[in-house]
Structures are given as C-alpha cells and as structure tokens.
Nanobody, 121 residues
Framework: QVQLVESGGGLVQPGGSLRLSCAASGGIFSIDVMGWYRQAPGNERELVARITSDGSINYADSVKGRFTVSRDNAKTTVYLQMNSLNAEDTAVYYC???????????????WGQGTQVTVSS
C-alpha cells in the first residue's frame, strides 16, 4: 500500500518561507509524476507544482518565481520550497504521486494527508 507522508506546514508571516516535504513509501514499482495541490476554504483544489519522471516541471502562474518543486535522487520524496509567501497562499497543501505498483499495473494517483500552511502577521 502506497503511503505519502507530508511535513513542513505551519504559520509564517507574509514574506516568509516554508519548505514542504512528502515522502512516498510502500508498494511502489515506479513513480511518474510527483507534485502539490492546494485548497483554500471555499475554493477548489488547484495544482501548485509538479515534476515528472523525466524532470519536466510545471507551476501555477500564481506561484511562478516564488515556489520551487524538487525531488530527491531516489525520486521518492518531493519538496516544495515556498518563498515570498502571502495571505493568498494560505491553504491546505496536498502532495500527490502517480505511480505503478508493478510493471504491468495501471497508474494510480495517491494523495498525502494534507498540511496546513497559514500566512498571517
């Protein structure tokens, strides 16, 4: 069973920084995409950033130039470095991976438990 464990959320002042981490473990054969969504109260969940197995990276326009997504060499942990945070970044952040449990299994999407990021003075 694939598990994603997130860490790094919290309260930060406007202009501050946070780094989120998400470690994948369990019955993983291969990971295709790793990334982050976020959901603020009353809003739909939106893609923040993602990184594919070949290293392609995409960001939401609202975070370009401020957030950086990366992964470790083993490609089982994804990070989100968030700089110049503002109140609009306040949300629950969810990591996700698309992964196979075997060579012949389909890709499934797996979600982390979510971590709260609050930007406030």
């Amino acid at each position: 069973q694939v598990q994603l464990v997130e860490s790094g959320g919290g309260l930060v002042q406007p202009g501050g920084s946070l780094r989120l981490s998400c470690a994948a473990s369990g019955g993983i054969f291969s990971i295709d995409v790793m990334g982050w969504y976020r959901q603020a109260p009353g809003n739909e969940r939106e893609l923040v950033a993602r990184i594919t197995s070949d290293g392609s990276i995409n960001y939401a326009d609202s975070v370009k130039g401020r957030f950086t997504v990366s992964r470790d060499n083993a490609k089982t942990t994804v990070y989100l470095q968030m700089n110049s945070l503002n109140a609009e970044d306040t949300a629950v952040y969810y990591c996700y991976v698309t992964a196979k449990s075997s060579r012949v299994s389909p890709l499934y999407i797996y979600w982390g438990q979510g971590t709260q990021v609050t930007v406030s003075s």
